[in-house]
């Protein structure tokens, strides 16, 4: 198994706005649910990033969404649909490595 962190901001979402309203929440959580039902990791970060065009830094709610999968076969339809929900030009995929598990007794 293979661990995957996604990442989505806000601005683009339906709401449009610089915070990911609670519609948008639910979908990120019910999509990624439905597509990875042994579990996941959403993380909630605030920042921005670099718009390159205008020159600035946009400020914006983005989310972490971390998941094991298989492969890349498996992430690549989840993500897309994702992102097409949230109304997103693209969403940064990142494929951390092999999953490590330790169990604490």
Not at 37 to 60: C, I, K, M
Not at 64 to 87: D, E, F, H, N, Y
Request: hydrophobic share 40%; glycine share 8%.
């Amino acid at each position: 198994m293979k661990c995957y962190s996604v990442t989505v901001g806000a601005r683009h979402t339906v709401g449009r706005g610089h915070r990911f309203s609670r519609a948008d929440e639910e979908k990120i959580i019910a999509l990624t649910q439905a597509s990875f039902p042994s579990g996941f990791t959403l993380l909630n970060a605030t920042g921005g990033w670099f718009d390159p065009v205008h020159q600035r830094f946009v400020r914006e709610e983005s989310r972490q969404i971390i998941v094991t999968a298989a492969g890349w076969s498996q992430v690549r339809p989840w993500s897309r649909k994702l992102a097409r929900t949230l109304r997103q030009k693209e969403v940064l995929v990142t494929e951390i490595g092999r999953v490590k598990r330790v169990v604490v007794r």
